[in-house]
Nanobody, 126 residues
Framework: QVHLVESGGGSVQSGGSLTLSCAVSRDTANAYYMAWFRQTPGKEREAVALLYTRSEVTRYHDSVKGRFTISRDNVKEALYLRLDNLKPEDTARYYC???????????????????WGQGTQVTVSS
């Protein structure tokens, strides 16, 4: 049973933009927090952006602050990540994640989230 489905990845040149979308199924629609992670081969998955669904407070990895924007559309039941001024080092597979239980893990810790999508690939060329 699939809960989160990402789309919107692609190949762009450095400085370009993309918007990633994550379709949210009903059982994750009431998540306390939702986030985007990314991973490149041979490296651990890295938290990119977080949205607390109740307060709309956001958090970003230092490397993407001012360039990426996380947002949510409750009507469409979707989570988005706008990627602007892309750099080659942003190349990765991007994953949508949701947490429906409260815990004390840091927002960047994968263990905080109990639902994951399959990912969408973003490739940035110089």
């Amino acid at each position: 049973q699939v809960h989160l489905v990402e789309s919107g990845g692609g190949s762009v040149q450095s400085g370009g933009s993309l918007t990633l979308s994550c379709a949210v199924s009903r059982d994750t629609a009431n998540a306390y927090y939702m986030a985007w992670f990314r991973q490149t081969p041979g490296k651990e998955r890295e938290a990119v952006a977080l949205l607390y669904t109740r307060s709309e407070v956001t958090r970003y990895h230092d490397s993407v602050k001012g360039r990426f924007t996380i947002s949510r559309d409750n009507v469409k039941e979707a989570l988005y990540l706008r990627l602007d001024n892309l750099k080659p080092e942003d190349t990765a597979r991007y994953y949508c994640a949701a947490g429906t239980t409260t815990n004390d893990f840091n927002w960047s810790d994968e263990r905080k989230y109990n639902f994951w999508g399959q990912g969408t690939q973003v490739t940035v060329s110089s």
